[in-house]
């Protein structure tokens, strides 16, 4: 009977995100456009409401093309774990009171085991496409992706200090329970290096450089057609889902908010994960991709000494007031 | 079922571990070994460590295993190096040896016993979460060797450091 619960919860939480993840691509092309003074898609069905869909149907008829020096078992796998492994990390966010699909002790730490996966799905799409631009833009991703989870490790456990727990159900119940009720003011060192790794983690820009078009064709994903490059794609909006939850269950209350409404528990989750989400838009209408150099002395020069004192510090108040 | 898991996890280890090293090619080498040590962190859960099957995937999958990959990439080692032996009939003194070697060890878990048992029983750790149980033990019974263990890594950065540094004189 518990069995059939999970699974019918698994369900849910899978639909709800495969159908954000349908909207967010077409509210990305809404918000750029607009910013650009453009309308965004407008044709299929009223202001364009249908293009989702009809993205989905084209890529999901279009031939699959596969390079005929690839190395075909890694060339099939490499999409399937960048989206197993941005799927699974939903599994520990708790949408709202006692609804998680997995409570478990170490919510956090699971969260980046996933993700640090995802890395894998893109550095061997790059190796086995056989392709330069496939191979520069893999190296890259992976290179960011490892010096940015130190940074964003390390920006969180300022949180889990506070909140003295790797669970996420308990790290929001811990914030309900602060004298500010959000961490985002005790611990705004933190936010704001979690908020950079964040988008270096997801290879969104302006640190979007493992598929810098204008010198990689599309980086690690150039080989890739159809169905398999739709995979690629899913991963990358569902990995940016997940990093917005992570960022409001640890900073900004989770499903807390400035009064109840009643019926809808995860209202107040789901205005945040949205503004998260169009944040993310507005950062890549606004601002111009970093150099690589640039971006790893950010990381490791800037980000990561950042979050270390955010810890000394957080440590020192809590060992004085707490 | 505990046991049950436990048989599937270690027949996948040992399955995996001979397809690692028999694998000509050194990339899926590396693949395979990620999904092994998925398996290990399984090990880890059967044994109420949650805490550390989760740092066992963040350091070795999401690390150090993504290092392996990029050294393979630096070097392009598409295909196998293969050498001459280095001994001349070296493939029977090795099959001697590693005789010799799977007797030692089955001796040794043949003659096995177990310890006594410590303060933390299943029950305590769960009660306290592994991450809580862990840290105490840590950083109080056994803060000593932890901070060896600390100093030894300090020492292999620095001098990784050393090596790696290029003397640029009047450059």
Same mark, same amino acid.
């Given at each position: 009977m518990e069995l059939l619960w999970i699974l019918i919860k698994i369900l849910i939480v899978f639909a709800v995100v495969m159908f954000h993840v349908m909207y967010a691509t077409y509210f990305e092309r809404k918000v750029i456009g607009h910013m650009q003074v453009r309308m965004g898609p407008?044709?299929? $069905?009223p202001h364009g409401i249908l293009q989702p869909i009809a993205d989905g149907l084209k890529l999901f008829f279009k031939e699959d093309i596969i390079p005929t020096v690839a190395d075909r078992k890694v060339f099939y796998a490499a999409p399937l774990i960048c989206l197993i492994s941005a799927l699974s990390a939903v599994a520990v966010v708790p949408f709202f009171e006692g609804f998680a699909i997995a409570n478990i002790n170490i919510g956090i730490l699971y969260i980046f085991a996933m993700s640090s996966l995802a890395s894998y799905g893109v550095v061997l799409a790059g190796w086995s496409s056989n392709s330069k631009y496939s191979f520069l833009g893999g190296l890259r991703s992976s290179a960011q992706v490892i010096s940015y989870e130190v940074a964003m490790g390390l920006s969180l456990v300022g949180v889990m200090m506070l909140s003295g727990s790797l669970n996420l159900t308990d790290i929001v119940h811990a914030q309900m329970k602060s004298p500010f009720k959000i961490y985002l003011i005790p611990q705004i060192i933190g936010f704001f290096v979690f908020v950079i790794a964040m988008f270096a983690e997801t290879n969104r820009t302006p640190f979007d450089l493992p598929e810098a078009e204008s010198e990689l064709v599309a980086g690690y994903c150039t080989e890739y057609s159809g169905m398999r490059f739709a995979l690629f794609f899913m991963a990358e909006y569902i990995g940016m889902i997940v990093m917005s939850c992570l960022a409001v269950v640890c900073f900004? &209350? &989770?499903?807390? $908010?400035?009064f109840d409404v009643p019926g809808i528990p995860f209202f107040w989750f789901l205005i945040k994960v949205y503004f998260f989400i169009f944040v993310y838009y507005w950062v890549r209408a606004t601002l111009p991709r970093y150099r690589y150099d640039q971006l790893m002395a950010l990381g490791w020069k800037v980000l990561i000494p950042l979050a270390l004192l955010n810890i000394v510090l957080t440590g020192i108040i809590k060992s004085m007031f707490g | 079922m505990v046991q049950l898991l436990f048989f599937y996890f270690a027949l996948v280890v040992i399955g995996l571990g001979l397809r690692i090293v028999t694998c000509k090619n050194p990339v899926h080498s590396v693949l395979l070994m990620l999904v092994l040590f998925f398996h290990m962190a399984g090990f880890y859960l059967l044994l109420n460590a949650e805490f550390l099957a989760a740092v066992q995937v963040i350091v070795y999958a999401g690390a150090i295993l993504v290092l392996y990959l990029f050294v393979l990439f630096l070097v392009n080692l598409r295909e196998e190096v293969k050498m001459s032996p280095f001994i001349e009939k070296g493939k029977w003194l090795g099959i001697v040896g590693a005789v010799a070697l799977f007797i030692t060890f089955l001796r040794g878990v043949m003659n096995f016993t177990l310890g006594p048992h410590g303060k933390y029983t299943i029950e305590k750790v769960q009660q306290l979460t592994h991450t809580k149980a862990m840290g105490e033990a840590i950083y109080t019974t056994y803060i000593l060797p932890f901070e060896i263990a600390g100093i030894l890594l300090l020492v292999a950065v620095i001098g990784g450091l050393a090596l790696a540094r290029k003397e640029n004189k009047g450059a």
């Open positions: 407008m044709r299929v $069905g900004l &209350g &989770g499903w807390s $908010g400035p | -």
